[in-house]
């Protein structure tokens, strides 16, 4: 065999695809978001983390924070850290995420105009107008769409002319109140 035989073998052990982590974009929501878009946020935010490769990794992934319940106007704040190691990388791989809904501000009401009192020989028509006035310049601010809502429609209501032998009392209930259904009654009377 002036040329001789030969024949090839070939011993190959593949490399590993290194281990890394995906985490989703951190989530702000605004205070007044409602329950399905909160879920529907939180539940896109726990499918953004993953663990990618690496030679039979583990991790944390099933400590993911849970959604707290509904609570309207409530603020969230979650935080998660996903740390995943392997045989390769035994301090592990890490990256973190927060979801946060803003917590809305409390409710309040403006102030009430004060208590108006007039004398029995006097037109009360000028001092009513102006109570009304006041009252449907009254505001709401804070909670969750922040209105302001009347016992009464103001517009259907009046005093008689004076020299009346007879107290006339009009009073009006105002409540500050929002999609959360807070309310801070007050009351105000002419």
């Known amino acids: 065999n002036p040329n001789g035989v030969i024949c090839n073998s ?8 290194g281990l890394t982590v995906d985490c989703p974009t951190d989530v702000d929501l605004d ?5 399905a878009d909160i879920l529907s946020a939180y539940n896109l935010w726990i499918e953004g983390f993953g663990v990618n490769n690496g030679d039979n990794p583990t991790s944390n992934i099933g400590n993911i924070p849970t959604l707290p319940a509904y609570d309207c106007g409530a603020g969230i704040g979650l935080s998660f850290t996903l740390l995943a190691t392997d045989a390769c990388n035994p301090n592990g791989v890490s990256c973190t995420s927060t979801f946060k809904v803003e917590a809305a501000n409390d409710l309040e009401l403006s102030s009430v105009p004060s208590d108006v009192t007039t004398d029995a020989c006097v037109n009360p028509a000028d001092e009513f107008a102006a109570w009304i006035a ?4 009254m505001t709401a601010s804070g909670g969750c769409n922040a209105e302001v809502e009347y016992s009464v ?3 259907t209501l009046s005093v ?8 006339q009392v009009v009073s009006v209930d ?6 959360c259904g807070a309310t801070v009654p007050v009351t105000a009377t002419f």
């Not at 105002?174 to 999609?179: C, G, L, M, Q």
């Open 153 to 155: 429609d103001l517009t």
């Open 31 to 35: 205070s007044c978001t409602n329950e």
């Open 160 to 167: 008689d002319g004076y020299c009346n032998t007879s107290a």
């Open 10 to 17: 070939t011993f190959y052990v593949p490399g590993v695809t």
């Open 134 to 137: 006041a009252l449907e310049a």
């Open 174 to 179: 105002i409540n500050a109140k929002d999609t």
